[in-house]
T-cell receptor, first 113, second 115 residues
Framework: DAGVTQSPTHLIKTRGQQVTLRCSPK?????VSWYQQALGQGPQFIFQ???????QRGNFPDRFSGHQFPNYSSELNVNALLLGDSALYLC????????????FGPGTRLLVL | AQSVSQHNHHVILSEAASLELGCNYS??????LFWYVQYPGQHLQLLLK??????LVKGIKGFEAEFIKSKFSFNLRKPSVQWSDTAEYFC?????????????FGRGTSLIVHP
């Protein structure tokens, strides 16, 4: 039973570029959440996808957008990259339901130069 | 809005020492509480969680946490740490009202255990 997988593991971009990160949820999970974890900080919620719709959003600008596919996998897109976007981007999956716990992937380390 | 405070940012212990990591949250309603661990080079893993019932929660690898509602606290404990417990520990809280169910994380505590 594969857990949450993310690709790529590392990425280097320059300011102004665009990036797409990918996530495959744990088997049986239908909800995907994305988090940004800056160095020395805890994960910060970006948004959550369920049934191919953005269900909730944290305090992130519109440069951050996402998508969920029919197989529940998800993408995170960041446009017009800034130096401050350098961080570990985490994907977490869960099942629908109030009591369900999120399971995290290994993350994608993004460096913006 | 809810917030989570982890008072100890860096903790250094010798093997066999006892551990207690503090976590306080600010939210007046019903909450779910979590402790996650991030070992060097690995992904976030759930250590333990509290939803309801017995406020003393047992987790994996000998960890436990106690929910004290009156103090808005959920401190993590382990009676005897090992070198392999060296990791980053995150407390997280989520409200159970309003349909959100999105956890808010503390900034983490870095634990180093000397062999």
């Amino acid at each position: 039973d594969a857990g949450v997988t993310q690709s790529p593991t590392h990425l280097i971009k320059t300011r102004g570029q665009q990036v797409t990160l990918r996530c495959s949820p744990k088997s049986g999970h239908d909800t995907v959440s994305w988090y940004q974890q800056a160095l020395g900080q805890g994960p910060q919620f970006i948004f959550q996808y369920y049934e191919e719709e953005e269900r909730q959003r944290g305090n992130f600008p519109d440069r951050f957008s996402g998508h969920q596919f029919p197989n529940y996998s998800s993408e995170l897109n960041v446009n017009a990259l800034l130096l401050g976007d350098s961080a570990l981007y985490l994907c977490a999956s869960s099942s629908q339901g109030a009591q369900e716990t999120q399971y995290f992937g290994p993350g994608t380390r993004l460096l913006v130069l | 809005a809810q917030s989570v405070s982890q008072h100890n940012h860096h903790v250094i212990l010798s093997e066999a020492a006892s551990l207690e990591l503090g976590c306080n949250y600010s939210y007046g309603g019903t909450v779910n509480l979590f402790w996650y661990v991030q070992y060097p080079g690995q992904h976030l893993q759930l250590l333990l969680k509290y939803f309801s019932g017995d406020p003393l929660v047992k987790g994996i690898k000998g960890f436990e946490a106690e929910f004290i509602k009156s103090k808005f606290s959920f401190n993590l404990r382990k009676p005897s740490v090992q070198w392999s417990d060296t990791a980053e520990y995150f407390c997280a809280v989520r409200s159970t009202s309003g349909g959100s169910y999105i956890p808010t994380f503390g900034r983490g505590t870095s634990l180093i255990v000397h062999p």
